[in-house]
């Protein structure tokens, strides 16, 4: 299976402040069709998680424009460009690329 | 705005099988994959697998022996058996939708997730 590993683990930030999460796969999720199928999802506390991005960069729709996703190959990165209170929780990469599909480990974001 | 519910069994015994249906609500089943994630107390998501509204299905290697998933288009759910379950298959168990013609993007509509505990 491919391995996601996100860091760090732990996030303590700034309200206003930016906030990165790191992603890297043990192998190239780039697809044979051209597509790069890394996601990102958003849990809140006691919440169900929620898709914030998906194929590296493109944002759902209602996610706020302060979230940005980049990257490419094995390398990717989640970025609030300002945390707000609401963006409080544990932050999930998963590939979409080579079965069976998986997740990172998650990242908790918290404000300091 | 299409909504999924989980139902079934809170509480589970060992050896036993973990059974859980999803309805999904506001909009049709047809046309999309729909998906199992669960996630122990605690720790992170782990796929299970998923189906086609036509009634394809793929699950996890790690769970395969164990996983069935089917669809009812007539009642717009679709269901998870999980046998032989042991204490290690506690979890949240959520059902989720998956793309129009993929997985591969994840899942843009979740269920609130059901509780399932193995003990007996």
């Known amino acids: 299976d491919v391995v996601m590993t996100q860091s760090p683990l732990s996030l303590p930030v700034t309200l206003g402040q930016p906030a990165s999460i790191s992603c890297r796969s043990s192998?190239?999720?780039?697809?044979?069709?051209?597509?790069?199928?890394l996601n990102w999802f958003q849990q809140r506390p006691g919440q169900s998680p929620r898709r914030l991005i998906y194929?590296?960069?493109n944002r759902d729709s209602g996610v706020p424009d302060r979230f940005s996703g980049s990257g490419s190959g094995t390398d990717f990165t989640l970025k609030i460009s300002r945390v707000e209170a609401e963006d409080v929780g544990v932050y999930y990469c998963m590939q979409g690329t080579h079965w069976p599909w998986t997740f990172g480990q998650g990242t908790k974001v918290e404000i300091k | 705005q299409v909504q999924l519910q989980e139902s079934g069994p809170g509480l589970v015994k060992p050896s036993e099988t973990l059974s859980l249906t999803c309805t999904v609500s506001s909009g049709s089943i047809s046309s999309y994959y729909w998906t199992w994630i669960r996630q122990p107390p605690g720790k992170g998501l782990e796929w299970i697998g998923y189906?086609?509204?036509?009634?394809?299905?793929n699950c996890s290697p790690s769970l395969k022996s164990r996983v069935t998933i089917s669809v009812d288009t007539s009642k717009n759910q679709f269901s998870l058996k999980l046998s032989s379950v042991t204490a290690a298959d506690t979890a949240v168990y959520y059902c989720?939708?998956?793309?129009?013609?993929?997985?591969?993007?994840?899942?843009?509509?979740w269920g609130q997730g059901t509780t399932v505990t193995v003990s007996s």
């Open positions: 192998q190239s999720l780039v697809y044979s069709d051209g597509n790069t199928y």
């Open positions: 189906i086609y509204y036509s009634g394809s299905t």
């Open positions: 989720a939708r998956g793309g129009a013609g993929t997985t591969r993007n994840g899942m843009d509509v």
């Open positions: 194929k590296v960069s």
